[in-house]
Every structure is written in C-alpha cells, then in structure tokens.
C-alpha cells in the first residue's frame, strides 16, 4: 500500500510538468496525422533532468520520427557509423596544409555539424559538411557560430580567462569549435594529409570548456580528439583524447571555472605525437565538440596546430664551452640521458645544457606521451656544430629618387636573445632598417651563445622613367619660349638649368632670355605611380609658319581707310592666328624669323618702282619718289635668309599682286 501511494505522487506531480512542454492542442493534432505522439516519447525517454531539456527531447524525438516514416534519415541502410569512419576526406592535402589557420580561414580542412542526441561516446547524427562561419571573432555578435577563426581581438575567454590565441606558437590564429548554444549541437573539423620527412612531429595544442549536466558520462558534453591512419584506425593511444564533462574533466587536468560551479575549463595544452611510421602514408586529424545528448548543456574548445621534422635542435657553435639540446615540445615527461646511455640527474625538462660539448658525441631524450604515459620514444641527438640564420629579406626602393628601400633580418637556429649590426654610417643595431636608397647592406648578426652570421642585402632602384613629350620653338633672339609638356598629370616640377626648381604646377612654362645650349627638365607625377621625367635642351626648333609666300593676297588698296593699305609678299604666324577681320591684321613681326630680307617690286614695263630691306615696311602704293602708283598689275621678287637656319643662301621668292585705288 505505502509503495502504491508514492508511485501514484509520482504520477500526480510529473504529468502535469510534463504536459506544459509536450500536450499542447495545434501540436499534438499535427503530430497524429504522423503517427507522432509526443507524450509517449517523453515517458519513453525518461532521461530529462530539466524542463528545457524535455522540450528538446521532444523535438527530437519528433525528427527522427518523422525521417524514419518517411525515409529522410541521413544515413543508407545498412550503415552503421563508428568513431573512426565518420567522415574521411578521399584526397590528402600535402603535410603542414595552414595546420596553424594562419591563412586567417579553414584552407586544408573539412569540417561539419551534427546532433549528439544518441551517447557521447559514438558519432554525431544528422551530419551536415562544410564550415558554418566564415566571420573572424563571429562569436562576439554570433552567438550560433559553429566554426570560428579567433583572433586576440576576441579578448581572453570568458569562462576560463585563458588566451583564445595560444601564446607559446606566435600566431595570431586559432579557431573555435561549438558556443554556449545547446540543443545537442555538435561541430567536427578535421584534415586528412600525407606524412612526409619534414612533417613527422605533429603537435597540436587546445583549450576547452564544458557545461556539467550532472548526467552520466554518457550524456554529458564532451571534447574528442581522434589520429587515425589511411584506413580510419587510431594510430595510436598516445594520440588520442575523449574527455566528459565533470568529474572525468577534473581527472584529465580541468579547472573549476570562479564564474560557474558547472563548468570546467583546461587552458592551453599542447600533445606532441610521432608519425615517423606513416611517412608517404595519409593521416587524419580529428577535433569533435558537442554538448550533452539532453540538449541543456553545452561544450565548445579551441584549436592550433604545428608539425615539422621529429628531431631536437643544437645550438652549438665553434668555441663554445656548452651547448644548448630542445627536444621537442609537447610530451607530458622528458628525461635525458648521456652518450653511455645513463640518465642524467634532473635532465627532466625539453632542454639540456651540455657543458664542454665534443663533437661527435650522442645524446638521447627520452619522450613520454602527456596522454598516456605506456607511449614513449627514444630520440637520438649527434652533436654537431650548427648554423645560426638571418634569414634576410629587403624590399627594393619603389621608383627611381624614392628612398622607402627596407631590410629585415630574423634570426633563427640560435638562442634569443639576438644583436644586430648593419654597415651603416652611423652604425645601426635595429632588426630591421627602413627609407633606404640603392647599395649594398651588410647584417651581422649574434645570438646569446656567441654564435655569429653575416649577410648581405642589395637594395636596387629602378632606373628613371624618361619620356620626351615637351614641345616648343625656339630661334635665337627669341625673348621667350614657351615650353609645354603632356596633360594628364597631377603634379608638374620644372626644374632649370642650375637644378633649382622652378616655381610653377602647370604644363607649361614661360622662359625669358633662353639660350641656346641650356636644359630644362619637368618632373610630371600623378600618384601612386612613379615619377616621369622629361628634360629638353634648347636648340633651333623653327616653327612650322616663318616667312611664307603669300600666293592668295595679290590685290590691296592702298586708300588710307586702314584697311589692306599695305602689302606684304609674306605672312607669319601672328596673322595665320588671327580671325579674319576687316581690319589690317596687326604683324609680329618676331614670328617671320627673317634675317636677311630684301624686296623689289617693278611695274608691267620691268621698271622697279618699290625696293626696302626691311621686312618691317610694307608698299603703300607709291614709288621710291613718294608718287603714287597707278592702279594695274606689278610683279615682286624678294630674297630672305632666316635666323633660325644655319644657311646663307637667301630664300628667292617670286609673285603679282593688283594695285587697285
């Protein structure tokens, strides 16, 4: 009677919490038409320890039903899914592929979300590939992100206070598997690469965060990391993690976050594996995130990578009365030992200083796995002297008479902290030099042992970009000359003959009193291109119109009305540029470039009637006795020799012209 009582309180108190979450009117009668019945998959469930928590039982639940009866569940009949065939790439990437993500994205890596609604120890469901966030720090306005690219500017993370950039690799990028978003969601990302010689150290360094349900390990919100070979196995313990939520987390070297008793945090920690035996063979790397399987809780976890060769570095330089071994880092427990194979007292860490090293002589490391401590390794060291390295770079000078050259050296295989010293005058010490022009650099460069490199750096400027576009006309006696170099440019430099610059930002210059023999260069800029430059020396540049014939006007009317009272055998440029006009044009006569000039003119009988050698003077119409001329035809001759020609022999020059009054 008395256990009959109690289940009947059962009953009584827990139908009606659960039927806020499950028995609503419009559901219940759209879920019948299914064949869904949500009441009973919540008792049949019987797992929920919140109410949030019976609802997403219920959504679930839903789903999967709903697939099962119409045939949209997500894998084929007959597939089971197991932890080591859950999505593996066909094609490798080549070993090292953006390992780090300091490409700033998820180049060489795949990646896809699921639901953790089955156990925690199997696969994700309901596996949907790709990566479902390409914004940086997208988690800062995004609560839903699922894979992120972190940066430093995320700040540290909220629950464990830890860099979300690990500080020992000196990135500037990690990425971020899952939120505090629950719901079963649940993020993987891996990459499948081929193991080459320079690639068989791989280590991998992570920090996660997990929200206790209180559930059993296999509920809980879990982290897993998998190393599998070509054919989806592990490839060894040593290389892989599967931690829970809770106690499990405390075991495996979480903390107990200040800010919730329920969750658990580990800071950076970094795994180091040797792949040694997979050379020329694929590998995958697998990270899996997910919250618990009731869909209250969640976990989320930060990823960076880094492979290179499995050996341990030597800094040992001629002269040196020690030597700095690194094994290297990532295993949970180091121990040395000496050439006779005896452990050295202390020696516990992922270095060992050697006093009076000798050539020649082996050392050994031995490597214990901070995962499971039955995987070690024995790693031989053959002391022989090393190389320290600039690395040198420089950036050529951009153009021609701009000094931003730039060298930069960054010192590698020796010991920090680096000197440096460059052939400057005055010397310089800096790592790197900046606003030089063309030469010749030298870096000498020293580690904290003593042990030196030298390096030279040849900074090259491009040669100068010369045109010739400027025109102009230019004869001697000229007053001036009017320079023009191309449009289309922002800025104009003109530059004369003593290299002072001229004051001027236009196309065109005016020179007063040019001689013949000077140059002249217009520096022509239209940033960010290169500076173009035109120079000009001046010589005898005749203009295209200087004392020509004139074969059209033959007739003038010399009637004192101002008006064609003149005549002139020739015109020049002054007049070819003026609109015709009733008026007499007004001669430049600066613009004929005549030096030496005669005319005769005769009348029909051959009798000279007008001579001048000045080209100045016209014919009025009368003779040289100052009578007027009767109306009719006459005939001229005229010889000219031109000041911007070197040649003596006058120009002869023939032609009529009508007198009419």
Not at 207 to 231: K, T
């Amino acid at each position: 009677m008395k256990k009959s009582i109690i289940l009947f309180v059962f009953v009584l108190i827990a139908i009606p919490v659960f039927s806020q979450v499950a028995n609503n009117a419009d559901d219940n009668y759209i879920d019948s038409l299914a064949g869904f019945h949500a009441d009973l998959a919540l008792i049949h469930s019987g797992e929920a320890h919140e109410a949030a928590e019976a609802e997403n039982q219920i959504a679930l639940a839903k789903r999967d039903f709903i697939n099962k009866k119409f045939s949209l569940g997500i894998y084929k009949e007959g597939y089971v899914p197991s932890n080591w065939r859950q999505h593996n790439p066909v094609f490798p990437v080549a070993a090292c592929t953006n390992v780090d993500f300091e490409t700033g994205d998820f180049t060489g890596w795949a990646g896809a979300i699921g639901d953790n609604n089955v156990n925690s120890f199997n696969p994700l469901s309901n596996i949907q590939n790709g990566i479902f966030s390409t914004v940086t720090n997208d988690l800062l306005s995004n609560a839903n992100a699922r894979h992120t690219v972190m940066t430093t500017a995320f700040g540290p993370d909220p629950n464990g206070g830890f860099p979300v950039v690990p500080p020992i690799n000196g990135g500037i990028y990690s990425i971020r598997l899952g939120g505090t978003t629950p719901n079963y969601q649940g993020e993987y990302i891996e990459q499948t690469f081929t193991v080459s010689p320079t690639s068989t150290s791989f280590a991998y360094q992570y920090a996660c965060v997990l929200n206790d349900g209180l559930h059993p390990p296999s509920q809980q919100p879990y982290f897993r990391i998998e190393v599998l070979d070509q054919n989806g196995q592990p490839i060894s313990n040593c290389t892989q993690l599967n931690v829970t939520a809770g106690v499990n987390a405390l075991q495996q070297g979480f903390f107990q976050s200040t800010l919730d008793q329920y969750v658990f945090y580990k800071p950076w920690t970094t795994v180091n594996f040797d792949l040694t035996a997979f050379v020329n063979q694929s590998v995958t790397v697998r990270f899996t995130v997910a919250g618990c399987t009731q869909s209250g809780h969640w976990g989320y976890a930060y990823i960076d990578c880094s492979c290179s060769a499995l050996a341990a570095s030597i800094n040992f330089c001629p002269g040196n009365p020690f030597l700095l071994l690194s094994a290297p880092s990532g295993y949970g427990q180091y121990q040395w030992l000496d050439p006779n194979q005896v452990p050295i007292p202390g020696a516990t860490n992922d270095s060992l200083l050697v006093n009076n090293p000798v050539v020649g002589d082996t050392f050994y490391v031995y490597l214990v796995s901070g995962i499971d401590t039955s995987c070690h390794n024995v790693l031989p060291v053959v002391l022989q002297y090393t190389q320290i390295y600039t690395n040198a770079t420089s950036i050529d000078a951009s153009c021609y008479g701009v000094y931003d050259g730039s060298a930069t050296t960054v010192g590698s295989s020796g010991i920090l902290p680096y000197t440096y010293a460059w052939n400057t005058a005055p010397p310089q010490n800096t790592q790197s030099l900046n606003n030089l022009g063309p030469g010749t650099y030298i870096i000498h460069m020293t580690d904290s042992l003593g042990c030196q490199a030298y390096d030279t750096i040849v900074i090259f400027m491009p040669p100068r970009q010369d045109t010739s576009s400027i025109i102009y006309t230019f004869c001697p006696g000229d007053p001036d000359v009017l320079l023009t170099a191309p449009l289309g440019y922002n800025f104009y430099t003109w530059i004369g003959p003593n290299g002072d610059t001229i004051p001027n930002n236009s196309n065109s210059i005016t020179i007063t009193g040019p001689q013949v023999g000077t140059e002249y260069t217009c520096v022509l800029w239209s940033p960010p291109a290169c500076r173009v430059y035109d120079s000009i020396i001046l010589n005898l540049v005749p203009p295209v119109n200087f004392f020509k014939p004139d074969s059209t006007t033959n007739v003038f009317t010399p009637n004192g009305d101002l008006q064609n009272d003149n005549f002139y055998p020739y015109f020049d440029l002054s007049i070819a540029q003026q609109v015709i006009s009733p008026i007499q044009p007004a001669y430049n006569f600066m613009d004929l470039y005549i030096n030496m000039y005669e005319i005769w003119i005769y009348d029909r009988w051959g009798i000279e009637v007008f001579y001048a050698n000045d080209y100045n003077l016209g014919w009025n119409g009368k003779n040289s006795k100052g009578t007027e001329c009767t109306d009719g035809v006459y005939y001229w001759v005229s010889h000219m020799t031109s000041r911007c020609s070197e040649e003596t022999t006058p120009t002869v020059s023939k032609g009529f012209v009508h007198l009419i009054r």
